[in-house]
């Protein structure tokens, strides 16, 4: 059975930093492309950042780019996204999933962690 557990999450002031970690078990993601997704209270869930399977290549959303980072550990079959720069607006529950593929931001699957709650006050 596929699990996805998210971690690191916590309460920052605004400016602040946190590094949030996705570990996979029950199967290796290692040959996937992996992405973050974060879900506001009242919103629908949205794409955040994407890597490649290999960890060279990024990209992300245009409400994040330049203040979150997107990395892998193949080895440890992890995903870790780390936020600086927080704003308020950035406070929602993150959540991990493999991507369709790369170019495709949508999640591959349909089940999902219990996500790390992120709360940014200002």
């Known amino acids: 059975q596929v699990q996805l557990v998210e971690s690191g999450g916590g309460l920052v002031q605004a400016g602040g930093s946190l590094r949030l970690s996705c570990a996979a078990s029950?199967?290796?993601?290692?040959?996937?492309?992996m992405g973050w997704f974060r879900q506001a209270p009242g919103k629908e869930r949205e794409f955040v950042a994407g890597?490649?399977?290999?960890?060279?290549?990024?990209y992300y959303a245009d409400s994040v780019k330049g203040r979150f980072t997107i990395s892998r550990n193949r080895a440890k079959n992890t995903v870790y996204l780390q936020m600086n720069s927080l704003k308020p607006e950035d406070t929602a529950v993150y959540y991990c999933?493999?991507?369709?593929?790369?170019?495709?931001?949508?999640?591959?699957?349909?089940?999902w962690g219990q996500g790390t709650q992120v709360t940014v006050s200002s």
């Open positions: 999933n493999p991507l369709r593929s790369y170019s495709d931001s949508a999640p591959r699957f349909t089940s």
């Open positions: 029950g199967r290796t993601f290692s040959s996937y492309a």
């Open positions: 890597i490649n399977w290999t960890g060279s290549s990024t």
